[in-house]
């Protein structure tokens, strides 16, 4: 046991949680400052996250297999970054993206099929709670068997797991319109098209961008998870479970790094084009505020 370091790394923790607890409570009048504080604030605090993770698996000599600390995960990254572009080009690019636009997109679409057609809600609806709810381990395998061991079948896997959430969000969005505001849009002689362009469809954007930031981890998820059930020898899925059964923990831990920096970008640009595109909803004029 070295307690030096273990010491060392509390300390560290303890210093930083206050300087965080101040940067949190200080108000700055200067803008730039206070958004600067923001975002130094979530770095810090995970910067604190891994001194005190390298401080404990060190001080207490936790053997690498179990638990390698983040110095050796950065060695790993630093000199896996070949491997870690194929897996995440592989996995992110092909896969996550092509899976997740054509769920989302279709999704989209046969919401508002569906608001058109009250069969479809009656018929479809119900279905679509049906397979939602199918585990992905399920899925996997049948897809793999359907589109071969390639993306194809891990395209999809994502799009079965983003088309129902996009679905049931869209015509939960379509369907927030009062009945006050759609009368008014009749007064106007609006027909159907111009209606749901000009008043259902920006009322239903919450809906829609809370169903894009759900899938942007459920593709993620969906694609990594698909293969394990097969690929060919690349793919973030492929190198963890591979890597796993040779007790390279180190490789495990980057391929996980990089999906979850992967996925938190994804979720950030979703969430900063819903920062845009609904700039007049209350939830976002009071963060902004």
């Not at 979530?42 to 996250?49: K, Q």
């Not at 591979?242 to 920096?261: H, L, Q």
């Amino acid at each position: 046991m070295n307690l030096s370091i273990l010491i060392a790394a509390v300390v560290f923790w303890l210093a930083a949680w206050a300087f965080n607890e101040w940067l949190v409570r200080r108000k700055f009048r200067n803008p730039a400052a206070d958004r600067a504080a923001r975002l130094a604030v979530p770095l810090i605090f995970g910067a604190t996250i891994l001194v005190l993770w390298e401080g404990i698996v060190r001080g207490f000599n936790v053997p690498s297999v179990l638990l390698p600390p983040p110095s050796m995960i950065w060695g790993r990254l630093i000199g896996s970054v070949p491997t870690l572009w194929a897996d995440f080009r592989q996995t992110f690019l092909k896969s996550v993206l092509v899976g997740y636009a054509l769920g989302c997109g279709l999704g989209f679409l046969v919401a508002i099929l569906i608001d058109r057609s009250p069969f479809l809600q009656k018929g479809l609806l119900p279905l679509g709670n049906f397979v939602s709810a199918l585990p992905v381990i399920g899925v996997a395998p049948i897809m793999v068997m359907w589109f071969g061991f390639d993306w194809q079948s891990k395209v999809a896997v994502v799009v079965i797991m983003t088309f129902f959430p996009m679905l049931v969000n869209t015509v939960s969005g379509l369907a927030a319109t009062s009945h006050m505001e759609r009368d008014l849009m009749r007064t106007y002689a609006a027909d159907w098209f111009q209606t749901l362009v000009k008043l259902r469809l920006p009322a239903a954007w919450p809906f829609i961008f809370n169903a894009l930031k759900i899938n942007s981890t459920l593709a993620l998820i969906g694609a990594i998870v698909a293969e394990f059930f097969g690929t060919p020898i690349v793919g973030m899925g492929f190198r963890i479970s591979t890597e796993v059964g040779r007790m390279n923990v180190d490789m495990v831990w980057a391929e996980i790094a990089v999906a979850a920096v992967a996925g938190s970008a994804f979720y950030g640009i979703v969430a900063l084009i819903e920062r845009a595109v609904t700039f007049w909803h209350p939830s976002v004029r009071g963060g902004q505020a």
